[in-house]
């Protein structure tokens, strides 16, 4: 079990390798990449943030509590960090057990709380160089509340 | 009064312009003294939008300020 940050792009293949388990039947990966629009503006980059010492911490106890809420036999997740482009992976999250039910489960869990929970922040940026930390407006359509 | 350190993070760290710095005060929890410099710096995020953690843990808005203590007011999350 392994919760990373790493400022160098993703290889899923070379992750995947690191969870082999001849017990496991099923391997889960989830691969998060960069969208190039978002609410309707064209997205040109993005930079992820993360306070690491605790966003690590955060990221091994996500891991800890999908281990002890599914039967899976191994599980890791990595985010990026540094200023990407579309197409670039993001975050990767990986689950091997011995049946593919609990690979799933685990899978979706680890990178839903991941989001919710570890301190990382994402700053998009537009064509025509307007920019916007995620999550943090205080005003406008998307401050919250003030949307439908 | 004690002296705390205070790292910024993504919004917060543009809005004041240093990743981190030491701060002489006389606030006794997180949640005084993010008040106290939320007007000084003019942060545009609301302590009930954010997390607080001190020593590299989460913590509590009401902890007691220990001198020394390192603290980091944590905007909403983004990851993923």
Known sequence: M?????DTPLDPAALMRGLA???AGACVSFEGRVRNH???SRVDALD???YGPLARTEGERILAEARER????GAACVHRTGH???GDLAVWVGVCSAHRGPAFEACRYIIDETKARVPIWKKEHYAGGATEWINCATRGPHAPGAGP | MKT???QYFALLREQRGVS???VTTGAGSPGELYRDLRKLHRFTLPQDRLRVAINEAFGSWDAELRDGDTLVFIPPVAGG
């Open chain 1, 48 to 50: 992820y943030e993360a």
């Open chain 1, 38 to 40: 978002s609410e309707g």
């Open chain 1, 70 to 73: 599914f039967a899976i036999l």
């Open chain 1, 2 to 6: 392994s919760f990373t940050l790493t």
């Open chain 1, 84 to 86: 990407l482009v579309p």
């Open chain 2, 20 to 22: 981190e710095e030491s």
């Open chain 2, 4 to 6: 705390v350190r205070i």
């Open chain 1, 21 to 23: 388990d001849v017990r």
